[in-house]
């Protein structure tokens, strides 16, 4: 059946990884968003806190379902997108709020140097964020990068209302040292991320899809070496 033509209650319940009824998640749900009475309101809490509250890690690992358990990224309190748009999309499911995952290749016009070395390219394949079903329709969301890291680079954070998608920072205005907004040479706002290719929605992680991607993109060895180096620590 075609996600589109899916029950939207298939989006509330829990899995193996988005494990929205794991106690930890229940519980932190409730103090995030329980006194709040609409589902929006709700959302936009659920939002908040997993941007800034998760720190965005693109060196966590990533070739376990465990590294993308919601209940393991609380517990490790970082991630890169994947997992905390994971650890959202149980949060909201533990509220709830129907939920499920999206994803797409970005280009990351901001990456460091080394993590442009690590990848060999600045195009993120299986960028993760989540769609939301508010108000009679799906909401797109991005918990990806944390306050921190975005003054860190001179960017606003990514703000989400619950009404509008919140996941293109591709034309937000860096500020320069003075707290103006920063322009390229022709006078437009520096890029950060730009989307790239769609690649769907869907109801859980679905790894063994996002770890050939990898592999098909970056390469079979190099993907082995993340593999052996987070598996050193």
């Not at 499911?93 to 600045?122: M, W, Y």
């Not at 437009?188 to 730009?194: G, I, K």
Request: glycine share 6%; aromatic share 14%.
């Amino acid at each position: 059946m075609p996600i589109e033509q899916e029950p939207i209650e298939l989006y509330l319940k829990p899995t193996a990884i988005i494990d929205s009824d794991s106690p930890s998640i229940m519980e932190l749900a409730s103090n995030i968003a329980g006194r709040f009475s609409t589902p929006k309101e709700k959302a936009v809490r659920i939002y908040y806190w997993v941007r800034d509250k998760i720190i965005y890690d693109p060196y966590s690992p990533f070739h376990r379902p465990k590294d993308y358990q919601a209940s393991e990224v609380l517990k490790r309190g970082r991630g890169f997108c994947i997992p905390k748009a994971s650890l959202m999309c149980a949060l909201a499911r533990a509220q709830a709020i129907p939920c499920r995952l999206a994803f797409a290749d970005v280009r990351n016009h901001l990456a460091t140097k080394r993590f442009l070395e690590r990848l060999g390219s600045d195009l993120f394949v299986y960028h993760g964020y989540v769609e939301l079903y508010l108000d009679g329709r799906w909401v797109k969301a991005s918990p990806t990068f944390n306050r921190e890291l975005c003054y860190r680079f001179g960017v606003p954070p990514l703000e989400f209302d619950g009404i509008h998608d919140a996941v293109f920072q591709a034309y937000a205005l860096p500020l320069d040292e003075e707290g103006s907004a920063y322009r390229n040479k022709g006078g437009e706002p520096r890029r950060f991320m730009e989307y790239v290719t769609f690649h769907g929605s869907r109801f859980d992680v679905p790894i063994d899809e996002i770890i050939d991607a990898w592999e098909r993109v970056y390469g079979r060895e190099r993907v082995k070496r993340w593999i052996d180096e987070v598996e050193s620590k």
